[in-house]
Each structure stands twice: as structure tokens, then as C-alpha cells.
């Protein structure tokens, strides 16, 4: 068996801690990484994304390929699904820690360093992305970024506050249903882990599902 890779990605600028650990195949390219982040955290990948080895002058650009060249905002863009994990970010950047940015409007930034593999970790390994740790849940999309989410949070764990209802309603929590910032169900993460590298979408080369 290959040893996998080990990355935790840590999501940024929130009232709480939201972070997922996972083991990812060795030869995995940006593409899968971006749609494994995507399934792991809970995101609906209705939005652009980009990896970048710096959050800000950055000299790596990597997500989906442009229509049209637009070199004077950043470094000319790679195709994720030509670009490998490790070659790029763990032989060719020193496994220095990187970024994921999603949604250029409500800029969620992902920071995602690389961690030693354990005895343990590789017991649990069977060849297949697996989330060894996770905390916290991920925030709604289009919610307004993290200045959106702490209004959110704020709304929704307050039955008093006059935009309580409609906040639920926008949502879609049921009659008793709690909101827990908190909750994270590591069973349904592997699911959705194992469903994705299992199917026909893993080694394609679309973005939209």
C-alpha cells in the first residue's frame, strides 16, 4: 500500500473552531482535493474556488481554467485536475502550510497544512480519502461570510430577536430542531467521502456535479 498524505484544513474567521483531518491518496491531483474539502466540510460547491500557496501575493493559482486570461489580478491560473498535491504543495513548496479559498464573494479561506502519518493513521487507511477528525459545523452557503455567519449565529440562538423566525425558515430547521454550531457527524462525512471516490466523478475532469 501507498502511505496516504495527511492534511488538516482548518476554516478560518469563525466564532468557533471547524476544521477537518483527512488522509487523501498520494497521487491525488487539486481537483479531487477540492471536491473531497467540499463533501468533508459540507460546502455545495455552487461557487468558484482557487489553491494558492500565499493568501495574499501569492505565486500559485490553482483551481478552475479561466475563459479568459486574466494574469494582471494574480499568477496565471492552473487546471486543478493537471496539478498533484505532491508534487506541487508538499515536494515543491516544502509542505509549507497553503490555502483554499471558496466563494470569492463571501471569502471562506481554508488553511491547510500537512501533518505526520502515524502507525495508527495507516491502520486505519484502506486506500480510500478518509476524515480521521472533524469540529465544528460548517456555515450555511450565501450566508455572508464569516462577518454573515456571527450575525447568523446570533439571529438563530435568539428566540427573541425579530428576524428569529425567518432565519430558521431561511435555513430550513424543522419545528424543534436546534441549530448546533458544533455538530459534526464523522460517519456521514465517510459516506459522502467514500461515494465520491467511488464513483464515475473522481477521476473526471468536470467541476460541476
Given at each position: 500500500m501507498i502511505?496516504?498524505?495527511?492534511?488538516?484544513?482548518?476554516?478560518?474567521?469563525?466564532?468557533?473552531?471547524?476544521y477537518r483531518t483527512l488522509l487523501v491518496p498520494e497521487n491525488i491531483n487539486m481537483r479531487?482535493?477540492?471536491?473531497?474539502?467540499?463533501?468533508?466540510?459540507?460546502?455545495?460547491?455552487?461557487h468558484l474556488f482557487e489553491f494558492k500557496d500565499a493568501k495574499w501575493k501569492s505565486t500559485l493559482s490553482?483551481?478552475?481554467?479561466?475563459?479568459?486570461?486574466?494574469?494582471?489580478?494574480?499568477?496565471?491560473k492552473k487546471d486543478a485536475h493537471k496539478v498533484k498535491l505532491k508534487e506541487t504543495f508538499l515536494e515543491q513548496n516544502n509542505a509549507k502550510a497553503f490555502w483554499y479559498w471558496y466563494d470569492f464573494g463571501d471569502d471562506w479561506w481554508h488553511r491547510i497544512t500537512?501533518?505526520?502519518?502515524?502507525?495508527?493513521?495507516?491502520?486505519?487507511?484502506?486506500?480510500?480519502?478518509?476524515c480521521l477528525k472533524a469540529q465544528g459545523k460548517c456555515p450555511p452557503e450565501?450566508?455572508?461570510?464569516?462577518?454573515?455567519?456571527?450575525e447568523f449565529l446570533e439571529i438563530i440562538k435568539n428566540k427573541d430577536h425579530p428576524e428569529h423566525m425567518e432565519t430558521?425558515?431561511?435555513?430550513?430547521?424543522?419545528?424543534?430542531?436546534?441549530?448546533?454550531?458544533?455538530y459534526v457527524n464523522l460517519s456521514e462525512?465517510?459516506?459522502?467521502?467514500?461515494?465520491?471516490?467511488?464513483?464515475?466523478?473522481?477521476?473526471?475532469?468536470?467541476?460541476?456535479?
Amino acid at each position: 500500500m501507498i502511505p496516504p498524505i495527511k492534511i488538516k484544513i482548518e476554516l478560518q474567521d469563525l466564532p468557533h473552531k471547524c476544521y477537518r483531518t483527512l488522509l487523501v491518496p498520494e497521487n491525488i491531483n487539486m481537483r479531487q482535493l477540492h471536491f473531497l474539502i467540499q463533501e468533508s466540510f459540507g460546502w455545495f460547491n455552487t461557487h468558484l474556488f482557487e489553491f494558492k500557496d500565499a493568501k495574499w501575493k501569492s505565486t500559485l493559482s490553482i483551481g478552475m481554467p479561466d475563459e479568459v486570461e486574466m494574469e494582471w489580478i494574480g499568477p496565471p491560473k492552473k487546471d486543478a485536475h493537471k496539478v498533484k498535491l505532491k508534487e506541487t504543495f508538499l515536494e515543491q513548496n516544502n509542505a509549507k502550510a497553503f490555502w483554499y479559498w471558496y466563494d470569492f464573494g463571501d471569502d471562506w479561506w481554508h488553511r491547510i497544512t500537512f501533518q505526520k502519518v502515524t502507525q495508527k493513521d495507516l491502520k486505519l487507511y484502506q486506500d480510500v480519502p478518509l476524515c480521521l477528525k472533524a469540529q465544528g459545523k460548517c456555515p450555511p452557503e450565501d450566508v455572508g461570510g464569516p462577518w454573515g455567519y456571527a450575525e447568523f449565529l446570533e439571529i438563530i440562538k435568539n428566540k427573541d430577536h425579530p428576524e428569529h423566525m425567518e432565519t430558521r425558515e431561511w435555513y430550513g430547521l424543522e419545528e424543534d430542531e436546534v441549530y448546533d454550531e458544533n455538530y459534526v457527524n464523522l460517519s456521514e462525512i465517510f459516506h459522502y467521502l467514500n461515494e465520491f471516490y467511488n464513483s464515475k466523478d473522481w477521476k473526471s475532469k468536470c467541476y460541476d456535479l
